[in-house]
């Protein structure tokens, strides 16, 4: 499984990703050539390698015509991006990025998200970086992404409207949406953009210690600005060994209807989670509820973190490491006077299991009149 960290020990930014992502391999030609498909032109990328504090690592510049610094509404973008030649995921992915510098932009200045006018993050410059880091985070193909603490700075930062306090009012707002921790170190100035810390957030799962992975190389993404500090961020790149540990997720609820939780479980093993199932149990004040566990790989788990505590009424859930044994699993199909019908075949050891497949035995029932036990009679006699 592949492993990106992204450490922000002196913040984070647009063109800092672009450079770091550069710097672990990303081909600069190639980012260049699929930022041409948003057909918009007037500008082009500048990659170059450097020293900084003695550390060598890549700054990429993002170089634009005198006259194409426009601003935009959130809609131009989104017309923009979705009708460039980029690929599906790349277009998804750069859009929910930009979405949330939507919502922080329209909160802060009280406006719809539609009528949201940006700034600095609607110029080409800041679609180049949130597009570019869409394309090089598909083109790694990561499984897992994680992030560090976002060393935010301190001060005052010079923007459109003035003189504003450190973080910036929309990166903050970006930050209260996301799960990740601030802080402030040894940096006088702004150290973490609106468009960085939404990269982050869309990208990266928080993690408040270093994860556990084999390290395998890093890229580093240099700042233009000289803090007396490193200015740069730091990816790092490796691997997690597949295994057969899963995570468990609980919640116990006594205040949702059926239909809510039949649709809960329809979502949640849509979305990859490998069972998910109810349990009857008498709560606090002796209330009848439901106890939800879901089993899910370790890849899956903030995804289906956020869709029980987005779908059920629970404010709250566990989670924890499970070592599992599955059979090894095969699949045959068989030909019936009745229909083709799947049989899936376990095995470990000497012990096998061959099982029918529910839905096609259902479909054959249905279509032919038979009882559902007659269906499985016929289908044992012909294993």
Known sequence: MKVLFFDCFSGISG?????????????????????????????????????KKGISGTRCHVILDADRHHHRHFNDIKEIIENSTLPDEVKTTALAIFMRVAVAEGKVHNVPVERVHFHEVGALDSIVDIVGAAICYHALKPDLVYGSKINVGSGWVRCAHGLLPVPAPATAEILCESNFEMYSKAIDGESATPT?????????????TTPSFIPEKTGYGFGGKDFGVLNALRIIQGRKSESNTIMVIETNVDDMTGEMAGYVLEVLLQKGALDAFYTPVYMKKNRPGIHLTVLCSEA?????????????STIGIRKYPVERTCMHRHFKKIATPLGEVTIKISQQGDITRATPEYEDVKK???????????????????K
């Open 364 to 382: 054959i029932a249905q279509e032919s009149g038979k009882s559902l036990w007659e269906v499985l009679e016929m289908i044992e006699k012909l």
């Open 300 to 312: 899956r788990l903030p995804l289906i973190e956020e869709i029980i505590l987005k779908e059920t």
């Open 196 to 208: 960085g810390v939404a990269i982050l957030a869309e990208l990266a799962t928080f993690s408040p």
């Open 15 to 51: 063109d800092m990703v672009l450079g770091a992502f550069i710097d672990l391999g990303i081909d600069p030609a190639y980012l260049d050539a699929e930022l041409k498909k948003l057909n918009l032109g007037g500008f082009r990328i500048k990659a170059e390698s450097t020293m």
